[in-house]
């Protein structure tokens, strides 16, 4: 579970907002840090502390596609499937990707080493096709580079 110290941290800024809902995504981040994702006990200790309900921690949990539900690989890939992207060839870089992990959009690789995920738009239209690695962006991407790209992580 959360450490003390960072409870204690949590804890003292309650005074600070109108209602604890604002340190929901701060507690989350916090839980995945400490654990690259946000297991269910840690959702029950977060509303504890919060003095909230567990369905209120959980639907901010489960509406950011950053917080992690589920164990993630090292690395993240997100592809953006919105329609920009999409309109310039997104979805044969997707394919490529799969192909080059083999695995499906929304899995792991078994050696945890990438987890590939959709994304919704990185406000980068303009240089689509674009993905993102971890916090790195590449944009403009052909087939060609992917292979490339997913060298840089290994
Ligand atoms: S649609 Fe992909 S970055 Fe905007």
């Known amino acids: 579970m959360i450490i003390k110290e960072e409870y204690k941290i949590i804890n003292k800024k309650k005074n600070l907002y109108e209602h604890p809902r604002s340190l929901i995504i701060e507690a989350l981040k916090i839980a995945q840090i400490k654990y690259g994702w946000v297991p269910n006990k840690e959702i029950v200790y977060i509303a504890k502390i ?4 567990v369905s209120e921690v959980e639907s901010v949990a489960t509406f950011y596609s950053k917080i992690f539900r589920k164990p993630v690989g090292k690395n993240i890939i997100y592809y ?12 044969s870089i997707r394919k490529n990707i799969e192909l ?9 690789t078994k050696n945890n ?3 590939f995920l ?5 406000g980068r239209c ?8 971890n916090y790195d962006i590449y944009t403009k991407i052909l087939k060609k580079d992917i292979i490339n790209i997913i060298n840089k992580y290994l």
């Open 50 to 53: 919060l003095s909230l309900s």
């Open 80 to 91: 953006c499937d919105s329609v920009v992207c999409y309109l310039h060839n997104a979805d």
């Open 100 to 108: 080059i992990l083999n695995i499906k959009l929304g899995q792991t």
């Open 113 to 115: 080493k990438f987890t």
């Open 118 to 122: 959709p994304t919704s738009c990185l």
């Open 126 to 133: 303009d240089y689509s096709p674009i993905i993102m690695v």
